[in-house]
């Protein structure tokens, strides 16, 4: 089976390309539609799914009369603000049909770069999951600045992958996959897995081909260092095509880029072997057993606390004997972590706000130490 047919997380970029008409400036509207299908066909499956939609900018260059060619930062800037409302009402009004809630998303790079940024975009895409909408992300290209963009939905997608520990990143491109050369250049060879990313096959992107898209083959190779290293397999496929997802679940030609361990044990890997604590919770006995089951770190659990830390630092758990049990991503400054040490959970809503989770630390933020991470 395809590794999309058994995802239960999945980002899917979507470039402008395939979704903007360049002689009318309008969406393919027939295109979204059999797209959307195969998101409901991925729903019904049992996964989540996020989309990273380029366009905006395609969309409102002509509205607002800018010609053809490279524009001007502004000029940009603008056409997205105008776009972007066009492209949010394209794919509210495509999911509708579907009976499925759209939310759109713009970010910035520092969305997903700043830890506190990141963790508060994080807990806004689960929720949404959560209550079964799917977020359309885009870059916020009306006020992101050449010095603190990504450029392109390639990359972001990736991180967004990363981020929200997706099984699957797929790029749909205006080509299939990834060519030894030039797919029009004799001798090119099509490359339908790779298991890494070696400076050869870095050599083998080259520019952009569309001409409304900002990316190219070289941004899809980053994006695949990105997404193999938080351990989320990635497919650059064709999107010419009506239902392209359909398409690559039933063998259609593409290049996968297959990572070595799952999202969720790439993750664990990074929080036990790379990240150095900050502070230490004590736990009691109950705890500890708890945290051996898989469950997430409650505050009643926790006897003491101690270090200066922040939301979203790495804590080391230590049980009553001393003995590091396991680390973890804390959902709360040190302070406030203090302030509800051996509370319950409704106890903690009281103190600090219904809008703060019940744990101290996530079960998905948490590794037990001293055992196979793999």
């Not at 963790?119 to 209550?131: D, H």
Request: proline share 3%.
């Amino acid at each position: 089976m395809s590794p999309l047919g058994k995802a239960k997380r999945v980002v899917i970029k979507v470039g402008s390309a395939l979704l903007v008409d360049q002689k009318t400036g309008a969406v393919k509207a027939l295109w979204l539609s059999s797209l959307v299908d195969d998101v409901t066909d991925l729903r019904v499956s049992g996964a989540d799914v996020i989309l990273v939609s380029s366009g905006a900018i395609a969309l409102g260059r002509r509205a607002l009369g800018f010609p053809k060619g490279k524009l001007k930062l502004e000029q940009s800037q603008a056409a997205a603000a105008v776009g972007q409302i066009s492209l949010a009402q394209a794919w509210s009004e495509a999911l509708r049909l579907k009976n499925i809630v759209a939310a759109q998303v713009l970010v910035t790079l520092t969305d997903t770069e700043e830890r506190r940024r990141y963790l508060n975009a994080r807990a806004t895409l689960s929720t949404l999951l959560a209550q079964g909408a799917v977020p359309v992300i885009n870059e916020n290209d009306t006020v992101a600045t050449s010095e603190i963009r990504y450029g392109d939905n390639d990359r972001l997608a990736a991180r967004v992958a990363s981020m929200m520990s997706a099984d699957v990143l797929v790029l749909l491109s205006d080509i299939d996959g990834l060519y030894s050369a030039p797919p029009n250049q004799k001798g090119a060879k099509f490359i339908p897995e790779l298991l890494e990313i070696t400076p050869e096959v870095e050599a083998m992107a080259g520019k952009p081909i569309s001409g409304v898209g900002s990316g190219g083959m070289i941004t899809k190779i980053e994006a695949g260092k990105i997404a193999l290293s938080a351990g989320c397999n990635m497919v650059i496929a064709s999107g010419h095509e009506l239902s392209p997802l359909k398409r690559i679940k039933q063998g259609a030609r593409c290049t996968w880029f297959l990572a070595e361990a799952s999202a969720l044990q790439s993750r664990k890997r990074w929080i036990a072997g790379t990240l150095q604590p900050n502070g230490h919770l004590i736990v009691d006995d109950g705890a500890k057993a708890a945290l051996a089951k898989g469950k997430s770190l409650l505050p009643a659990g926790v006897k003491e606390v101690s270090g200066t830390f922040s939301r979203g630092d790495t804590v080391s758990i230590v049980g009553v004997d001393g003995t590091e049990i396991a680390r973890g991503l804390v959902a709360h400054d040190a302070v406030d972590a203090k302030r509800i040490v051996g509370l319950k959970s409704a106890d903690v809503q009281k103190l600090l706000g219904a809008e703060c989770g019940d744990e101290i630390i996530h079960r998905d933020d948490l590794v037990m130490m001293g055992q196979d991470k793999s």
